[in-house]
T-cell receptor, first 112, second 112 residues
Framework: EDKVVQSPLSLVVHEGDTVTLNCSYE??????LLWYKQEKKAPTFLFML????IEKKSGRLSSILDKKELFSILNITATQTGDSAIYLC????????????FGKGTHLIIQP | DGGITQSPKYLFRKEGQNVTLSCEQN?????MYWYRQDPGQGLRLIYY???????QKGDIAEGYSVSREKKESFPLTVTSAQKNPTAFYLC???????????FGQGTRLTVV
């Protein structure tokens, strides 16, 4: 059974801080790891990682995958209050007809 | 605009009643999914469908039913057999065999 564990489950920091969110996983025939941001309703896609060691970057957010150690991190630099959200990590295997397996999420709160 | 539409946004149900949540997509995706989200639990898979007229149980299918009569539509019925139906329900879709899922805005169901 596929499994995703995220840590920490919640995190409170001040605006301008840098945060690192963790995601470890177990999946049969790994295909991809995905990060989503969920503010109020629909999760929105951030990154999809397939290969080890290749950093994906979008503005202040970046993510990297380690397929040997079975984990990924999501970094957010110079945090802003608008970064407050639940960050979800999910994995899918090849032949994964049942879609994504999600972790419980990290609830990030950025204080002014 | 292409996307996934869930309705209603908020739904109240009396104990013992069945209710149906709507999910419609115009992305021409073959695969559709229903997830349930509870506080601190992440997203858990209820049902999924890869093609019309076919669907499979996910991890927490008990007390739920679905149909897939059209490619665009994947309604979820929460039956009276579901003991704890109060939750946030998210519908998603993807291309068949695709990794990235696109989400609707969700339906918040409350049992009163």
């Amino acid at each position: 059974e596929d499994k995703v564990v995220q840590s920490p489950l919640s995190l409170v920091v001040h605006e301008g801080d840098t945060v690192t969110l963790n995601c470890s996983y177990e999946v049969t025939n790994f295909r991809s790891l995905l990060w989503y941001k969920q503010e109020k309703k629909a999760p929105t896609f951030l990154f999809m990682l397939t290969s080890s060691g290749i950093e994906k970057k979008s503005g202040r957010l970046s993510s990297i995958l380690d397929k040997k150690e079975l984990f990924s991190i999501l970094n957010i630099t110079a945090t802003q209050t608008g970064d407050s959200a639940i960050y979800l990590c999910a994995v899918v295997g090849w032949g994964g007809a049942d879609g994504l397996t999600f972790g419980k999420g990290t609830h990030l709160i950025i204080q002014p | 605009d292409g996307g996934i539409t869930q309705s209603p946004k908020y739904l109240f149900r009396k104990e013992g009643q069945n209710v149906t949540l709507s999910c419609e997509q115009n992305l021409n995706h073959d695969a559709m999914y229903w997830y349930r989200q509870d506080p601190g639990q992440g997203l858990r898979l209820i049902y999924y469908s890869q093609i019309v007229n076919d669907f499979q149980k996910g991890d927490i299918a008990e007390g739920y039913s679905v149909s897939r009569e059209k490619k665009e539509s994947f309604p979820l019925t929460v039956t009276s057999a579901q003991k704890n139906p109060t939750a946030f329900y998210l519908c998603a879709s993807s291309i068949r065999g695709g990794a990235e899922a696109f989400f609707g805005q969700g339906t918040r169901l409350t049992v009163v």
